[in-house]
Every structure is written in C-alpha cells, then in structure tokens.
C-alpha cells in the first residue's frame, strides 16, 4: 500500500475548530456552486482544494486516453485553465488510475523524474485523488503537491473523496456536452448537406406518408412543403408508370431492401418528369424500419438529350442510305429520261406509242424530283449558294404564297431594318419556305393567319447550345408560323425524319420537313421546331450570315 508516511498510532489530530468550521465553509459551497461551465467548476474547486490544504499546488487533471490533461491549476493564488498535458505513464497519476484510490508519495521529483509538471514546481509531496467516473472507472486525478513534507490525514482524504465525486460528475457532464455539441454540429452538418443537395429528397413514415421533402424537391415539383407533408407520393403518380411498378417498389423497400429506377412523374403544374429513383429504408438502433427515404434526381433534360441525339444519329443514318441510293438512282434516271424523250420524238406516227412513252416519261420525272428530295435530306444535293437579300426573297414568296393559298389564310410578314445578308442557294430557300408553308397550310383546314418573320440572331456558346447541333455565329433567321393545330410532342420529335409523315397514303411523303432540314445544314445552318398541341407551329431556318460583304449597303 502507498500510505509509508502514516503514522503507527492513526489518522493525524483534528484540525482546531475555526479550521473545521472553514473547512465547512468550502464543502457547503461545493455543494451549493451551481453547474455552469464545468470548466467554471474546475477552476472553483481547485482553489478550494489549495486554499483549504495550504499546498503549493493543485492540478485538476483529466485522463484521456494514454494523456494526463491539466483541465485546471491552482499555484500562488491563482488558477490557470487548460494547463497542457503529459503522457499519463510517467506520472504516479497511473499509480492512481490503476489502483482507483489515494497515492501518496514522498521525494515525488525523483520517483517520477520524467513528469514535467512535478519537476516544474519542484514537487516533493504527491497526494493523487481518484474521481470515478459512474461506470468505477479513474475520469480525473486530482493532484495535491508540495515543495516539503505535507501529511495527509484520513479526514483529509474524506474531503477530497467528497471533491472527487464532484469532479467525477462534472467530468461526466463536460463530456456528454460536448458530446451533444458534437451530435448538434453533425446534425446541423447533415442536414446542410440534405437541404443543398443536388438531388430531391423525401423521408415519408413506414406507412409512406411524407414528413420532410428537400427544397430541390420543391423547386422540382413546383409543390409547397405544405401540400406534400401528411400525403403520400401517391401525388406524384402520372399514371404513365405501370401499377405493377410500384407494387414491386413497395414490396421491396418494406422487406428492407433498396429500390432502384425510373419513374415517370408529374409535377404540381401537371408537366411530366423523369425522376431517377433511389429509395430505401431507414432503420432505427434495434434494426427496425422507421422511415423510408427517397433520394431522387430529375432526369428529364437528360433523356431529352439522348432521345434527340438517338434522333439525329437515326436521321443520319436514313439519310445516308436514302442519299446514297439516290445519287446512283439519279443517274439511272438521266438515263431513261433521255431515252424516253428520243422515244417521244420517234413515234409522232404512233399516237398510242407516244402516250405511253409520255406517261413514262412524265413518271421518271417524278421519281427524279423525288431522288433530288433524298439528295437534300442527305445533304448531297448540288447548291449554287450566294449573297441573298432575304427581304426581297420573302415579299416574292409571299406574293406567290397569296396566290396559291386558300383565301382563308392571312399572310403577315415581319421584316425589321438592318437586315444581314445570307448565304444560301435562294432557290432552295424558296422551296424550303413552300415546303413549311403548304405544312403550314395542311395544318389550317379552317383558316388561320401565315407570319413570315426575319430577324438576325446571334448565337454565343452558351446561346447555341440551347439550339440542337447548332453552332455559334451569326444568322439570318426567317421564320414561318402558322396558326394551326400544331403538333404533339411524339410528332414533333419525328418531324425532321425522312419519310416521317402523319397524313394519308399518298398525300405526303415525309420529305418535306427533312429537305428542310437538310437544306439548311448543308449551308451551314440550321433549323428548328417550336410547336404545341392546339397552339400552332414555328419552324425556323437558321442561314449563316454573309462574312465578305458585311460592309456593302443594305439591299433594301
Ligand atoms: N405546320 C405544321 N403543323 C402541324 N403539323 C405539322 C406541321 N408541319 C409538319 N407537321 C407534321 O410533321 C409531319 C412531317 O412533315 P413533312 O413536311 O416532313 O412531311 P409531310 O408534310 O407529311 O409530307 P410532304 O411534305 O412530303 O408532303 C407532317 O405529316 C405533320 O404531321
Ligand atoms: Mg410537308
């Protein structure tokens, strides 16, 4: 045992009474100190404990892992807190923390050589208090330590065990603090990182009713935090995703697995969206499913991207095969027509003859418009581009538009000054611009009003992206808009596709819109649909603008 110095005959003689009574003093105002910052309690009590013993010096010390930290000291009067730390081996502190009871030693500096803190303050005396911890284990060791001899009597170490639980306790209550600061500020963290999340998210309960939904879900869903917390996701449901779907969704995440997939939802404007889905379960401390939450990502722009490059890489391809054989088709043609025109001219004699002849020739005629078709949607068709005035090419359409239209379409043209110049094949902008119109003609069979409309538009990077395969520059822009029935969006996402046509047998083929098309690309431009359902059409056709001859005066 530590306790050399006791004395044979038992504890030391009691203190005189006014030293009791002060000794009273301190405990009643240990029991009375309120719980403020422990750090505050430290402090006080290491004064206490100095004050009351007469040492040269109390340190408060914490045991944290294989560290002694000196939470408080008290020396010549004064307390200073947060006094560093010392490996806890070289200190008789371990002799404390092992046995969890008093040490007591004498000559401490030369027993203990490596401890800093006792060679600092030229310790001669130790006396270690334990404070346990509510589990019995050592939390802090109180060290009382003096320059010469010290006593320490049994009522001595009463009183510090009394000081010691109340250090034990408020050890216990600076940890759980900070341990509640820690949980506080990881909260917080977390549910930063929840409300700044890319991704919407929604925790419902186990019974799928929502309880929290993140703002990007809000932003997505055009919904208020009101009008989604209490219901179900059920509000979400398109009726485009089969039943079967969510049964499968529902069985999965209630076993307690993890559900992956797209669905296709509806926002609170009744527009559809894509959400790519992650939902699964959340599980309390004993295992069981306490909410579900729902991690969800809108994937709507980003289909729309591949559908339209599926699109252009299907057109592409249609376009190749369709100008490739058109091109050996066209020779084939030049052929026949030659030959069916020194028929014709051989055969004045034979009437019947020659009506054959005709009636075959007049038919490869055809078939060669058609080959020319397919050499425009494939861009092969030969062009003769040059600097156009489009305001004069458009008031000669217009005239001839009027005359062929049916009167109940109104013609309207918007051309502002300071027009730029393209340059294009003026003959192939005029068909591209009858193509559009006698659409736009097909699409009004109770009238309506035709607006050819001019503008220049320039186009940056930012700009241009917003515009498939287009590319920066500047352009001449001519619009043609009709009032007419305009087009849903499954066809107006094949409306550029050759041979993509939704009226009768007979009546279209499907190439106009993709001569179009292919037309404006092979200049170097390009074109575009906006278009809805009962709202009309805009096709625009996008012409690069006349580099060479910016500075000539305007054609108009
Ligand atoms: N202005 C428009 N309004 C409504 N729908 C349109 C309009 N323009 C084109 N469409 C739709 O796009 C389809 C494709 O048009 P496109 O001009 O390529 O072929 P088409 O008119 O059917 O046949 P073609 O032009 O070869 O006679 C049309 O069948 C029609 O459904
Ligand atoms: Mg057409």
Redesign the pocket.
């Known amino acids: 045992m530590s306790h050399k110095r006791r004395p044979a005959s038992g504890p030391k003689e009691s203190a005189p009474a006014a030293e009791q009574i002060r000794r009273l003093k301190k405990l009643y105002a240990l029991s009375m100190m309120l719980s403020g910052d422990p750090l505050d309690v430290f402090k006080s009590i290491a004064q206490m404990i100095g004050e009351i013993f007469g040492v040269s010096a109390v340190c408060l010390s914490e045991i944290r892992g294989d560290q002694l930290r000196f939470l408080s000291v008290y020396e010549n009067g004064a307390v200073t807190l947060d006094a560093g730390s010392c490996p806890l081996a070289v200190t008789p502190c371990a002799t404390v923390e092992k046995s969890k009871d008093f040490r007591v030693y004498d000559r401490v500096t030369e027993r203990f050589p490596d401890a800093r803190f006792l060679k600092d303050r030229h310790a001669y005396a130790y006396c270690g208090s334990p404070a346990l911890g509510s589990d019995g284990k050592v939390l802090a060791v109180t060290c009382l330590l003096d320059s010469k001899p010290h006593e320490f009597s049994d009522e001595d170490r009463e009183l510090l065990r009394i000081f010691g639980q109340r250090i034990g306790m408020e050890i216990e209550r600076r940890r759980l603090l900070e341990e509640r600061e820690r949980g506080e500020r990881e909260i917080q963290k977390l549910s930063r990182i929840v409300e700044q999340s890319p991704c919407a998210i929604v925790i419902t309960d186990t019974d799928g009713v929502i309880e929290y939904v993140s703002p990007k879900f809000l932003e997505v869903t055009g919904y208020s935090a009101q009008e989604v917390i209490g219901r179900t996701p059920a509000i979400l449901k398109s009726g485009m995703t089969p039943a079967d779907k969510y049964e499968e969704l529902w069985r999965r995440i209630t076993a307690g697995h993890e559900w992956r997939g797209d669905l296709l939802n509806r926002k609170k404007s009744g527009d559809l969206y894509w959400a790519r889905e992650n939902i699964s379960p959340i599980r309390d401390a004993r295992g069981e499913i306490t909410h579900f939450l729902a991690i969800e990502e809108d994937t709507t722009e980003q289909r729309r991207i591949e559908d339209r490059l599926r699109d252009i890489q299907k057109m592409e391809a249609i376009g190749q095969l369709a100008g490739g054989m058109a091109h050996d088709f066209n020779n084939l043609l030049t052929v026949m027509m030659g030959n069916l025109e020194s028929i014709i001219e051989r055969t004045q004699a034979d009437p019947r003859l020659r009506a054959y002849a005709e009636s075959a020739l007049s038919s490869a005629t055809r078939a060669a418009d058609l080959t020319r078709?397919l050499l425009a949607v494939s861009r092969r068709q030969p062009l003769r581009p040059e600097t156009i005035d489009a305001e004069m090419l458009v008031s000669d359409l217009t005239g001839m538009l009027q005359a062929t239209l049916r009167t109940d379409i109104r013609i309207r043209t918007l051309i502002p000054r300071g027009l730029w110049q393209a340059y294009a094949d003026p003959g192939q902008v005029e068909a591209a611009l009858l193509?559009?119109a006698?659409?736009?003609r097909?699409?009004?069979p109770n009238g309506g009003t035709l607006t050819v409309e001019l503008a220049n538009v320039r186009l940056d990077a930012a700009e241009s992206r917003k515009h498939a395969d287009a590319r920066s520059g500047d352009y001449l822009m001519i619009a043609?808009t009709?009032t007419?029935?305009?087009?849903p969006p499954e066809?107006?996402a094949?409306?550029?596709?050759?041979f993509?046509?939704?009226?009768e047998p007979g009546?279209?083929?499907?190439?106009?819109?993709?001569?179009?098309h292919g037309f404006a690309r092979q200049s170097g431009g390009f074109a575009e649909?906006e278009?809805e359902r009962g709202a009309?059409?805009t096709?625009r056709i996008y012409l690069p603008r006349t580099v060479a001859r910016e500075l000539a005066p305007a054609g108009g």
């Open positions: 078709k193509n559009i006698m659409n736009a097909d699409a009004m043609v009709d007419g029935a305009g087009m066809v107006a094949r409306a550029f596709e050759p993509f046509t939704t009226k009546k279209g083929t499907g190439l106009g819109l993709s001569t179009v649909i278009t009309g059409t096709v």
